[in-house]
């Protein structure tokens, strides 16, 4: 990606609290995207419905926790943290973190794949109040619903955007949000949260 375009993109951020990297724009290769895939997605068993999310929004998602928010992070599962953290932690991601946030150094402070089934949400919320850490939100998109499933951001008023598959999404943590219902097929995503390095 050149410095026009990662300036393009982090223009969007600071002036719309969002900018989304395409499948050919993101910064991992197809077999990153298949090693976060099979990472995240390798074992059903390790997803739990959650109901209610961190600032209490309401919510019908199946969530696998993959870091636990601390500084330095903690890893619920280590094998398949150490897995993920090689490709969206790797110094190329990182980088093109901070050039878009035009800040660092910054870390991945917290990561958690969803799965949205038929029926499934996520309620509008806004990141930085779940961890005033939190600088912004990366959602690297592996599976789009069939129908449904649409992110929507808040600004002037609910403005959906509908992402393809292997796209990456990065958005403010000030940015109010949510995920509408899934009507037919799954959502799969990774969300991580990106902060300042201590």
Not at 117 to 130: A, K, L, P, Q
Request: charged fraction near 25%; hydrophobic fraction near 40%; charge should be negative.
């Amino acid at each position: 990606m050149t410095s026009t375009n990662i300036e393009i993109k982090a223009s969007g951020l600071r002036q719309d609290g969002f900018c989304v990297f395409e499948r050919d724009e993101a910064p991992l290769s197809q077999n990153e995207w298949s090693a976060v895939q099979n990472a995240v997605l390798g074992d059903p068993s390790r997803f739990i419905e959650v109901a209610s999310g961190d600032t209490s929004e309401k919510t019908r998602v199946l969530v696998h926790r993959l870091l636990r928010d601390g500084a330095p992070p903690k890893p619920v599962d280590p094998q398949i943290a150490d897995r993920l953290m090689a490709v969206i932690g790797s110094r190329k991601c990182m980088d093109l973190y901070e050039q878009i946030l035009d800040k660092g150094p910054l870390m991945i402070r917290r990561a958690q794949a969803h799965i949205l089934d038929t029926g499934g949400f996520i309620g509008r919320h806004v990141d930085s109040e779940s961890s005033p850490h939190y600088l912004a939100a990366v959602v690297l998109l592996l599976e789009r619903a069939h129908e449904g499933g649409a992110f929507v951001i808040y600004r002037d008023e609910k403005e959906p955007l509908e992402l393809t598959d292997f796209s990456m999404l990065i958005t403010d943590a000030d940015l109010p949000h949510e995920v509408l219902p899934v009507v037919a097929g799954r959502r799969c995503t990774l969300a991580f949260w990106l902060a300042q390095a201590q």
